[in-house]
């Protein structure tokens, strides 16, 4: 192998594993020791990667929603969740890994539906 084809291969795997390096862990900035369970209505989704988002209105804090953090699209699919699942209006409980900072962002464990489903989301804690 020439120092030219090393050269070209050492860059390839380096741009092919930014985002891996870029990415982030939950528990780098959340407690992920407990869950705690935000019951609210969804006021806003943004449903983009890289992660989906869910913004919440909890009672007794008026003006300020909760901003709850899941998956990517294909991970939330996987755990049975699509675009519809959870709208704008719901009445849902996220059980959550509240932020390290005490901001009022939280990373999703589980979710009831508004049926009374649970699902297990999972964030990008390792946790499937």
Excluded: C
Excluded at 31 to 41: F, I, M
Excluded at 49 to 57: E, G, K, T
Excluded at 95 to 105: I, K, M, P, Q, T
Aim: hydrophobic residues 40%.
């Amino acid at each position: 192998m020439t120092t030219r084809t090393l050269a070209i291969v050492l860059v390839a795997v380096v741009v092919r594993a930014a985002p891996a390096l870029a990415h982030h862990t939950v528990a780098n900035t959340h407690d992920v020791s407990k869950t705690v369970a935000l019951t609210g209505v969804v006021t806003r989704v943004s449903w983009h990667n890289p992660h989906v988002v869910y913004h919440l209105s909890v009672p007794g804090e008026v003006g300020v929603d909760w901003e709850v953090e899941s998956r990517h699209l294909d991970g939330m699919r996987r755990s049975g969740i699509d675009q519809g699942t959870i709208k704008v209006g719901d009445r849902v409980t996220f059980n959550v890994f509240l932020a390290l900072d005490g901001s009022r962002h939280a990373a999703t464990d589980s979710v009831v539906l508004p049926g009374g489903r649970t699902v297990r989301i999972g964030t990008v804690t390792g946790r499937p």
